[in-house]
């Protein structure tokens, strides 16, 4: 049985506990009379930035950076490699209107937050002529969703909805740099694959020709004929050559990877020379039914990371592909027939 000295001293620590509780959680809670109140300031419209830059505090050169070009966006960090365009709209959209309920007004307690200069991500927009529209600082997630963000040299702290550290692929609470190559649109060939017409593929001292076959349109309607009715360009084989007919399958799925091609990372334009994408490079080219082309280069493979080097057109930038990709891109011949019954 407890003496009465240890029950003392039992209350005496739940009073310490329970006030130690109260101070700490007190940081977190809505400062009274803060509400939900705009967090950006007065006149700053998100959507008229044309740069939008964003470092980790105590990684300065870290910084991503999007800039406006015509309708859509670009990474000067990188190269100037086109942005993903839902990634952008998703970050314009949370910033639009941004709003928050105050969770803390004093300098003490940034780091908590981690909207202190050092850890927090700083995400500055700027309008026509280089003009500031804002400088947040996105603090870390909050436990029930939601991102802590101050303004910089303000101490208020808001809780807001939007998820600003997400957005740059941080996740966890561990501060880090942002994420560039997350905002990389590595789409680097996307055509639509009913107005291909043919395909050539050229490397290894071979070439190959794949050739669609449209079904004969039906005779018009018209007594006259004036009006030929349209191909469905949805359906079709294609044309055998000298080895014999191919699988629809396997070719279809050539076709596909082509003109939906992904690259895995973007590469140094710097040193385009060093990576085998001029005349010695393997080539396949579209055709198109507009009567245009597209010629898509496959230059030296990197044998360590499983990767080829590969060029979408002249001014295009260059990039890494898996090898995986361009085998099936540069199958066998033998290997496109239909299987034996």
């Known amino acids: ?22 101070a700490t959680s007190s940081r977190y809670r809505p400062v009274e009379g803060g509400g939900f109140v705009d967090v950006l300031p007065a006149g700053a419209d998100p959507g008229s930035a044309q740069t939008i830059r964003a470092w980790l505090g105590s990684l300065p050169d870290s910084a991503v950076v999007l800039t406006r070009e015509g309708e859509g966006w ?10 993903k365009t839902d990634l952008v709209t998703r ?39 280089g003009s500031e529209l804002f400088h947040l600082i996105a603090g870390k997630a909050a436990a029930r969703g939601g991102t802590f963000v101050r303004v910089a040299g303000q101490d208020d702290v808001y809780l807001t909805s939007a998820s600003l550290r997400t957005s740059f692929g941080m996740f966890g609470d561990e501060p880090k740099a942002p994420d560039a190559k997350r905002w990389i649109d590595l ?42 009715p349209a191909v469905d360009r949805s359906q079709w084989t294609w044309k055998p050559d000298s080895a014999g007919a191919f699988d629809k399958g396997k070719v279809d799925g050539i076709l596909g990877t082509l003109t939906n091609l992904y ?19 393997r080539t396949v080219t ?33 990039a890494l592909v898996f090898d995986n990709t361009v085998e099936r891109v540069f199958a066998a011949r033998k290997d496109l027939s239909p299987a034996k019954k």
Request: aromatic share 6%; hydrophobic share 40%; charged share 25%.
């Open 286 to 318: 579209l055709f198109l039914h507009d009567g245009t082309s597209r010629v898509i280069r496959f230059g030296n493979s990197l044998p360590e990371d499983k990767k080829t080097y590969v060029r979408v057109g002249d001014a295009g930038l260059p």
């Open 1 to 22: 049985m407890l003496s009465r000295k240890s029950l003392v001293g039992l209350a005496v620590l739940l009073v310490v506990l329970v006030l130690l509780s109260w």
């Open 263 to 281: 690259a895995s990372e973007a590469a140094d334009p710097a040193n385009l020379a060093d990576y085998g994408l001029g005349d010695e490079a």
């Open 74 to 83: 670009v990474l000067p960090s990188r190269w100037n490699w086109p942005a």
């Open 187 to 228: 789409n680097v060939c996307k055509t639509d694959r009913n107005e291909v017409d043919r395909l050539e593929i050229v490397g290894g001292g071979s070439s190959l020709v794949l050739e669609k076959e449209f079904a004969a349109a039906a005779a018009p309607d018209s007594a006259d004929g004036a009006t030929a």
């Open 91 to 129: 970050l314009l959209d949370d910033l639009k209107g941004l709003s928050g309920e105050k969770r803390a007004a004093s300098k003490d307690v940034l780091t908590d937050f981690q909207c202190d200069d050092d850890n927090g991500l700083h995400i500055v927009a700027q309008g026509p002529g």
